[in-house]
């Protein structure tokens, strides 16, 4: 497994953009995929966006499209998520998760960072 640790929430008013980091170590970075996830109060952990090894494939959820960016420095050993136009219903606490490619599901999970937008 690797380890990784968010960076990067905050509290932002309704409009803003924050920047997500998550920095990866123990194993080699690009043999992992990236997403995503977060977990509102009272609700189950979903789906964000997601990005293939090199980069060459990412997917977002219906409610982040156009809004949210995904990308990865494999240099860097580092994902992140750009989150522009926020709304109050993104407030979560926001995690990033890892699997290896070729294999099932993400195995790996960082501890998560809280993002709150106010109205």
């Known amino acids: 497994q690797v380890q990784l640790v968010e960076s990067g929430g905050g509290l932002v008013q309704a409009g803003g953009s924050l920047r997500l980091s998550c920095a990866a170590s123990g194993r080699t970075f690009s043999r992992y995929h990236m997403g995503w996830f977060r977990q509102a109060p009272g609700k189950e952990r979903e789906f964000v966006a997601r990005i293939s090894w090199s980069s060459g494939d990412t997917s977002y959820a219906d409610s982040v499209k156009g809004r949210f960016t995904i990308s990865r420095d494999n240099a860097k050993n580092t994902v992140y998520l750009q989150m522009n136009s926020l709304k109050p219903e993104d407030t979560a606490v926001y995690y990033c998760?890892?699997?290896?490619?070729?294999?099932?599901?993400?195995?790996?999970w960082g501890q998560g960072a809280q993002v709150t937008v106010s109205s």
């Open positions: 998760a890892a699997r290896t490619v070729g294999s099932g599901p993400y195995d790996s």
